[in-house]
T-cell receptor, first 114, second 111 residues
Framework: EPEVTQTPSHQVTQMGQEVILRCVPI?????FYWYRQILGQKVEFLVS????????KSEIFDDQFSVERPDGSNFTLKIRSTKLEDSAMYFC????????????FGSGTRLTVV | QKEVEQNSGPLSVPEGAIASLNCTYS??????FFWYRQYSGKSPELIMS????GDKEDGRFTAQLNKASQYVSLLIRDSQPSDSATYLC???????????FGKGTRLSVIA
């Protein structure tokens, strides 16, 4: 069964450092997403991406965050200057379309900022 | 602000019983509704989707939707210990906005 692949599975970084989280969505999917889940809290939407541009973003997705699709397969989330409160599980997801299409989630990257 | 509310649990049921999980949502224009299962430390896994009022069955799972009451539920028949997980309700808003998740209900099936 097709799957969304995320790397690395765990990243530890020092406060103020930049991190890049990587994702390979399912190949025939058109819509890509990043969500995060702080330990014990709900899965929160960060950003959606379609046709090589951001289609929607949440208030969490401020200037320290950016997304990119550098080639035909990878989808990345960059956090420019990490803070302690960025520690969370970051999930990439993709879907074939909008609305009635469910999202397939990757296995996640656990980001720990120290 | 679109909200999806779930009772956080834990909901404990004996093996073989029916587990009933509930969810309410605030955006009356919401069109698509999903149930995800999340094991501890893992990613959400899609188990059911429902788009119109009524029931939808898939194996041991039945999703129920009542748009007038803004209410979605998931029934798990013949619950197994392997069903022990957190169940997340997720809703797309009007205009097909991205999925909004509830905090989830933790289900524990006791052998």
């Amino acid at each position: 069964e097709p799957e969304v692949t995320q790397t690395p599975s765990h990243q530890v970084t020092q406060m103020g450092q930049e991190v890049i989280l990587r994702c390979v969505p399912i190949s025939n999917h058109l819509y890509f997403y990043w969500y995060r889940q702080i330990l014990g809290q709900k899965v929160e939407f960060l950003v959606s991406f379609y046709n090589n541009e951001i289609s929607e973003k949440s208030e969490i997705f401020d200037d320290q965050f950016s997304v990119e699709r550098p080639d035909g397969s990878n989808f990345t989330l960059k956090i420019r200057s990490t803070k302690l409160e960025d520690s969370a599980m970051y999930f990439c997801a993709s879907s074939e379309g909008l609305g009635s299409y469910g999202y397939t989630f990757g296995s996640g990257t656990r980001l720990t900022v120290v | 602000q679109k909200e999806v509310e779930q009772n956080s649990g834990p909901l404990s049921v004996p093996e073989g019983a029916i587990a009933s999980l509930n969810c309410t949502y605030s955006d009356r224009g919401s069109q698509s509704f999903f149930w995800y299962r999340q094991y501890s430390g893992k990613s959400p896994e899609l188990i059911m989707s429902i788009y119109s009022n009524g029931d939808k069955e898939d194996g041991r799972f039945t999703a129920q939707l009542n748009k007038a009451s803004q209410y979605v539920s998931l029934l798990i028949r013949d619950s197994q210990p392997s069903d022990s997980a957190t169940y997340l309700c997720a809703v797309t808003g009007s205009g097909n906005t991205p999925l909004v998740f509830g905090k989830g209900t933790r289900l524990s099936v006791i052998a």
